[in-house]
């Protein structure tokens, strides 16, 4: 059981005939000891409050320290997500890249081998075309020789 500032006040003490305390000095003394236990109780309860406050506050604190946790940890996913994300679209980019590229690659190795064939058509068709002349001339130059060579033998 507690003992309050006024149990100390109102506390009353036998005296001996022989052995007696100076009441004066006790009442003093007891008058002392309540007002000190007095504040000690104030400041006991002042300190209460505070330290209910500040667990309180400690509480938000946690509380906001937790959720900036939870924040942080959701935001590390997410950018590695997003890294992830990033790094399979540039992946899937240089893929498509490099498809489109061996068909422009296809296309134009077509269109050389096209271009080569149409060169050695050409090529063809020139030789033929410089034989068939070739024997064209040829042909009127033994005609002429014939006919020139007839005329002058023919006169003689």
Same mark, same amino acid.
């Given at each position: 059981?507690?003992?309050?500032?006024?149990?100390?006040?109102?506390?009353?003490? @036998?005296?001996?005939?022989?052995?007696?305390?100076?009441?004066?000095?006790?009442? @003093?003394?007891?008058?002392?000891?309540?007002?000190?236990?007095?504040?000690?109780?104030?400041?006991?309860?002042?300190?209460?409050?505070?330290?209910?406050?500040?667990?309180?506050?400690?509480?938000?604190?946690?509380?906001?320290?937790?959720?900036?946790?939870?924040?942080?940890?959701? @935001?590390?996913?997410?950018?590695?997500?997003?890294?992830?994300?990033?790094?399979?679209?540039?992946?899937?980019?240089?893929?498509?890249?490099?498809?489109?590229?061996?068909? &422009?690659?296809?296309?134009?190795?077509?269109?050389?081998?096209? &271009?080569?064939?149409?060169?050695?058509?050409?090529?063809? @068709?020139?030789?033929?075309?410089?034989?068939?002349?070739?024997?064209? &001339?040829?042909?009127?130059?033994? &005609?002429?020789?014939?006919?020139?060579?007839?005329?002058?033998?023919?006169?003689?």
């Amino acid at each position: 059981m507690r003992i309050s500032p006024m149990d100390i006040r109102q506390q009353q003490f @036998t005296i001996r005939v022989l052995r007696g305390f100076d009441r004066q000095e006790v009442d @003093t003394f007891l008058e002392q000891v309540a007002l000190d236990y007095e504040q000690l109780i104030k400041e006991n309860a002042l300190l209460k409050e505070q330290l209910a406050a500040l667990e309180e506050r400690s509480h938000g604190i946690e509380d906001r320290e937790k959720m900036l946790q939870d924040t942080l940890v959701t @935001t590390q996913r997410l950018s590695e997500e997003m890294k992830d994300n990033a790094r399979r679209e540039a992946n899937l980019l240089i893929r498509e890249a490099e498809l489109q590229g061996d068909k &422009l690659l296809e296309e134009v190795r077509a269109e050389e081998a096209k &271009l080569k064939a149409e060169i050695l058509a050409l090529k063809r @068709t020139r030789r033929q075309l410089a034989e068939g002349l070739r024997l064209t &001339l040829d042909m009127y130059q033994r &005609l002429v020789a014939e006919e020139f060579g007839d005329a002058a033998a023919g006169p003689h």
